[in-house]
């Protein structure tokens, strides 16, 4: 069977390198990491009803987007562990958060670039419901493989200013979604091999 041939604009493109390439923290890599498996589970630790439609509403959003692998709310041991915390217990889930961040999020690797688990934290007070489901759209989509921030597009989930914080995917973020989990892009994959095999329309 031919290998699919995914369709994105340039400006999709050249976004897609920006937020999909690499790590927002640590890791310096130049290549996508990415599951590689048909469905993702995902065990919730605390959060209020509201938080849990608005993830339910994210998880729907996402997997509406994509081919090749969807998320999943499951009991017992999961892929990503998403736990809603006080900022103050941060650290003592993972320590290597960042002090003061509103969310957080930490994924392992194998030597492939395929991710093998993965750990969201969402601040459970302190702020509005608005802006924690805004949280948990951005930071459940960087633990799907799109880990970086951008201050190019203030519409976007991944845009990293203060405010406009959308809680939902703007057009250029739907194009990233689709093309990472859309059947051409493996784990591993650079920008050279990217431009290959993808069709810029």
């Not at 390198?17 to 923290?25: K, T």
């Not at 969807?70 to 998403?82: F, N, Q, R, S, T």
């Not at 250029?172 to 784990?187: A, M, N």
Request: net charge positive; hydrophobic share 35%; proline share 5%.
């Amino acid at each position: 069977m031919a290998p699919v041939r995914s369709s994105i604009s340039k400006a999709g493109l050249d976004y897609f390198f920006a937020i999909a390439l690499g790590s927002e923290y640590g890791s310096k890599i130049k290549v996508v990491t990415m599951w590689d498996k048909p469905v993702v589970t995902v065990r919730v630790h605390g959060g209020s009803a509201k938080s849990r439609d608005c993830l339910n509403k994210v998880i729907a959003d996402f997997n509406g987007l994509t081919a090749t692998t969807d998320l999943k709310v499951a009991p017992g041991v999961a892929d990503i562990e998403l736990h809603f915390v006080p900022a103050s217990q941060f650290r003592a889930i993972v320590p290597s958060a960042t002090p003061g961040s509103n969310g957080y999020f930490q994924r392992e690797w194998s030597y492939k670039y395929e991710m093998t688990s993965a750990t969201v934290l969402v601040r459970s007070t302190g702020v509005s419901e608005k802006f924690r489901c805004h949280l948990i759209r951005e930071e459940m989509t960087q633990a799907m493989g799109l880990g970086k921030d951008s201050v190019k597009y203030p519409d976007s989930v991944f845009y990293d200013k203060s405010g406009p914080n959308p809680t939902r995917y703007s057009a250029l973020d739907k194009e990233i979604i689709r093309l990472l989990y859309g059947g051409t892009v493996r784990p591993g994959d650079g920008e050279g091999v990217i431009r290959q095999t993808v069709t810029v329309k």
